[in-house]
């Protein structure tokens, strides 16, 4: 089957750093997504990688292993809007897009 | 570029009525559109597959003749709830896939559905 493993919820300081890993299996792969969700919000896109490596922009980064199955998002100089729940989905073989359940990061100042 | 609206955003209906939604890709045409749920605190889920032209392909689980959708032009999809019930209340959320593109989709807002 297809899975995509996310922790259910983290917390983090103001300006500090945070890493929330995703782990997948899927029936094929053409790449991996990262969205960040705001309650009663539509998920709004942060990355996307299809190689392995990290993909900076700004204060997220993104990492990806296609042989470990794993992605990382990592957020930089945090702030208080940045408390949202990040969702990581993955395109499989028929560019259908697999959803983890999303981690809710929590601020705190 | 890239907006994709829905329209009403939030809507509040009594058991047993039907309720339209409305996606629109706003600048650009979408061949594929997708419709999702989406429960408190959980993810979304993907309830069906939309195609200009075609009949949806619809997920497990997903009852096709009460979640009616029609994707009659590359730039709008609509979602029918019929027949809806309390349980059917959810944030239902679509995303608009551009033409000639496999792995772009771009979200609306989202429409909050309440059902008394």
């Known amino acids: 089957g297809q899975n995509i493993d996310q922790p259910t919820e983290m917390t983090a300081t103001e300006g500090a750093i945070v890493q929330i890993n995703c782990t997948y299996q899927t029936s094929g792969f053409n790449g991996l997504f990262w969205y960040q969700q705001h309650a009663g919000e539509a998920p709004t896109f942060l990355s996307y990688n299809v190689l392995d490596g990290l993909e900076e922009k700004g204060r997220f980064s993104s990492f990806l292993s296609r042989s470990k199955g794993y992605s990382y998002l990592l957020l930089k100089e945090l702030q208080m809007k940045d408390s949202a729940s990040y969702l990581c989905a993955v395109s499989d073989s028929n560019y259908q897009l697999i959803w983890g359940a999303g981690t809710k990061l929590i601020i705190k100042p | 570029g890239a907006v994709v609206s829905q329209h009403p955003s939030w809507v509040i209906c009594k058991s047993g009525t039907s309720v339209k939604i409305e996606c629109r890709s706003l600048d650009f045409q979408a061949t594929t559109m997708f419709w999702y749920r989406q429960f408190p605190k959980q993810s979304l889920m993907l309830m069906a597959t939309s195609n200009e032209g075609s009949k949806a392909t619809y997920e497990q689980g997903v009852e096709k003749d009460k979640f009616l959708i029609n994707h009659a032009s590359l730039t709008l999809s609509t979602l029918t709830v019929t027949s809806a019930h309390p349980e059917d209340s959810s944030f239902y959320i679509c995303?608009?896939?551009?033409?000639?593109?496999?792995?772009?989709?771009?979200f609306g807002p989202g429409t909050r559905l309440t059902v008394l």
């Open positions: 995303s608009a896939r551009p033409s000639g593109k496999e792995i772009e989709q771009f």
